[in-house]
């Protein structure tokens, strides 16, 4: 049976006028954009908020966000936490691709026999 991990909010911040809901998942698909947006956005309306989401991805911490255009007061901003997180509990997490780098090649002539070549490990 193979297992995966469900996708949460694991953090969140405030962004000039916005507000960030990191995720713990690299990206999330166009699909599970419009499932967030049509479950959502709507909630947002009947919260008195005029503002949508948008997404992006978090270049240093390879973490999908999802952007609510607006800061709301602290009560409203828990509530869409919970809408979120309630619509992305089925979604898996994906998690940026791992691949192996290999540097510092050196070829030597046939008089030494010997090749140097180390692999340094995925960075994260």
């Known amino acids: 049976m193979l297992q995966y991990l469900i996708m949460r909010i694991v953090e969140e911040r405030e962004a000039w006028i916005h507000t960030h809901f990191?995720?713990?998942?690299?990206?999330?698909?166009?699909?599970?954009?419009?499932?967030?947006?049509?479950?959502?956005?709507?909630?947002?309306?009947?919260?008195g908020l005029q503002y949508g989401l948008t997404y992006n991805?978090?270049?240093s911490k390879h973490r999908a966000i999802i952007v609510l255009e607006c800061i709301p007061f602290d009560s409203v901003k828990e509530v869409i936490k919970r809408l979120i997180n309630d619509v992305i509990?089925?979604?898996?997490?994906?998690?940026?691709?791992?691949?192996?780098?290999?540097?510092?090649?050196t070829v030597t002539g046939p008089e030494t026999k010997q090749a140097d070549v180390s692999v340094q490990a995925p960075m994260r």
């Open 89 to 105: 509990a089925d979604f898996p997490v994906r998690l940026p691709e791992q691949r192996n780098v290999v540097t510092n090649i």
């Open 57 to 59: 991805i978090a270049p």
């Open 22 to 47: 990191i995720l713990d998942s690299f990206y999330v698909t166009e699909q599970e954009r419009r499932q967030i947006s049509i479950s959502v956005e709507p909630e947002l309306m009947q919260l």
